[in-house]
């Protein structure tokens, strides 16, 4: 992937889930958010922890939501996300100031982020304890919410029904591991 | 559409505002499709979860290897050894511990990954038609994947005549429905017979072996499988090879 990829080629790329993209994405504004999060009093190691979860929360969208950005960039967003994820954590450790400033260049996007099942949070321990094949089309179908047909496309399956047999045998096995609990 | 799609498409916004407002209306009322609904939900989670994490690992990662500096000091150098030839050795303890304990699991991985229902290339089904054979009517249960209704169907069929490529599908049949060692056993009668379906035969009933852990089997099974056709399923004969103990 080229670093002169313009805005929507990327968008394009986040949204199939390309985790090469992510990275360019992330080593290319990383500098730059650290200098921003400086103005809200943040150290290096903070502002990192932050910059790593708003580029986690990006990526969902746009792979989760398949995301497409009309009005603004991915910079823009990614520092929208960024500025919420760091006033939320200033007003938890209730040290937040009032820093904004007229130069204030980007808009606080705000995070739905509820609190997972813990029946999501064991799954999610699962999820390793299945195949690879297995894993994938559970996640190509519930997570990234893909068609069938969709799934046909990306995947090697030769047809609808194959993928429907193959991901009713994983769910079958997921939930028997879940059941051994 | 079935209702988990049908499902998909509602939480994934797929559906018109008519669809939509039936949709809300059945999942108050249907025990199935809330079921369904909050098993998507929850798997949704549970992959965020699980890719959030395995994300964050990696740009943490990625930080690491642009930023760490190089260790030249021969003291740190010999204490790295040392630690590493330890953690060399703890891992050898760990990863025999973790092959043997968990060889019948990775098979039944490995069964998962290179199982794929086997199609119908006997007798192509076509809608509509009108042909009310016997064979033609298993064949179509098959096909609609009523494993159940075709098993009964090439059982009555293999009563009267032994075909045996009715008898590998009958094997199929068993096989979708996960009643391994009844296939297994059609399938064992059928490895050695030469037919249309030899080389399919041996690779399920290698597919049966690596789900019931059986290495040896499996190994067997291929080993004649590639003697037999060595351009049947070469790739995944391989890869199989590769990863058994």
């Known amino acids: ?181 | 559409m079935n209702k988990e799609e049908f499902i998909q498409d509602y939480i994934a916004n797929r559906l018109s505002e008519e669809e939509t407002a039936r949709a809300e209306t059945l999942l108050k009322s249907d025990a199935e499709l809330q079921a369904l609904y909050e098993t998507h939900q929850e798997l949704a989670a549970a992959f965020k979860i699980s890719n959030d994490k395995a994300l964050k690992q990696r740009l943490q990662a990625l930080d690491s290897t642009s930023d760490e500096p190089e260790l030249t000091s021969n003291v740190k150098k010999k204490n790295n050894f040392k630690i590493f030839s330890r953690l060399a050795i703890a891992a050898i303890f760990i990863v025999g511990a973790f092959i043997v304990f968990n060889q019948f699991t990775a098979s039944e991985d490995l069964f998962d990954s290179y199982f794929e229902v086997c199609p119908n290339t006997y007798l192509p089904v076509t809608r509509g038609t009108t042909n009310q054979d016997v064979t033609f009517e298993a064949f179509k249960a098959y096909e609609s994947t009523n494993y159940l209704q075709a098993e009964i169907a090439f059982k009555g069929l293999l009563a009267n005549e032994d075909n045996l490529s009715i008898r590998f599908y009958y094997a199929m049949s068993l096989l979708n429905q996960e009643k391994f060692d009844l296939a297994l056993n059609e399938l064992n009668t059928l490895t050695t017979k030469t037919f249309d379906y030899q080389a399919e035969s041996l690779w399920y009933a290698a597919l049966i072996a690596l789900e019931k852990g059986n290495s040896e089997a499996v190994k067997n099974q291929l080993g004649k499988l590639q003697e037999l056709n060595p351009n049947y399923k070469s790739a995944e004969v391989q890869k199989i090879l590769e990863k058994l103990p």
């Open chain 1, 1 to 181: 992937m080229s670093r002169n990829s313009t805005d929507a080629e990327l968008q394009d790329l986040l949204r199939s889930d390309n985790k090469k993209a992510l990275e360019t994405i992330y080593i290319e504004y990383k500098d730059e958010f650290l200098n921003y999060a400086k103005k809200y009093g943040l150290d290096v190691y903070n502002a990192t922890d932050i910059y790593q979860d708003a580029i986690i929360a990006m990526h969902h969208n746009f792979v989760n939501s398949r995301l497409v950005l009309t009005s603004s960039s991915i910079k823009t967003y990614l520092f929208g996300i960024g500025k919420f994820k760091i006033l939320k954590k200033l007003k938890e450790a209730k040290t937040l100031l009032n820093v904004e400033t007229k130069e204030e260049a980007y808009t606080e996007i705000t995070l739905d982020e509820p609190t997972p099942s813990e029946r999501s949070v064991t799954l999610s321990a699962y999820l390793d304890s299945i195949s690879e094949s297995c894993r994938k089309v559970l996640e190509l179908f519930y997570y990234r919410n893909l068609t069938v047909d969709e799934i046909v496309q990306v995947t090697e399956y030769k047809d609808g029904n194959t993928v429907r047999s193959h991901k009713s045998r994983c769910l079958k096995r997921l939930k028997s591991l879940f059941k051994k609990v």
